[in-house]
């Protein structure tokens, strides 16, 4: 089953530090860095606004804790917002692709 992982990050570089960490452990097999985003958050009550860059990680449904978690870890932000869920209904191509990461041990 495929994975879908998404979290902003502050810059463009750390992002791309972070995905390239990800596709070196085979955690996940791509990672689309979607461009600026526009955060309105509200955060320890009060509320603020600031510019971050999206990221779509895609992995097999088997990595997906052990991804989350790993990008908690790198991840510049103290307590980074990171948003996993599993696919069900993944193209075919998409589940054979994201299938062959398989577990790791």
């Known amino acids: 089953m495929s994975a879908l992982i998404y979290a902003p990050f502050p810059d463009r570089k750390s992002a791309r530090t972070v995905a390239r960490q990800l ?4 955690l996940i097999a791509c990672a689309n860095l979607l461009g600026e985003v526009e955060a309105l958050y509200e955060w320890e009550g009060e509320r603020g606004e600031g510019r971050e860059i999206g990221v779509l990680f895609k992995t097999d449904a088997a990595l997906l804790v052990r991804a989350v978690a790993r990008i908690e870890a790198l991840h510049p932000y103290e307590t980074p917002a990171v948003l996993g869920w599993k696919c ?18």
């Open 88 to 105: 069900d209904a993944p193209g075919h191509a998409t589940a054979a692709w994201l299938g062959g990461l398989g577990p790791i041990d």
């Open 23 to 26: 596709l070196d452990e085979k």
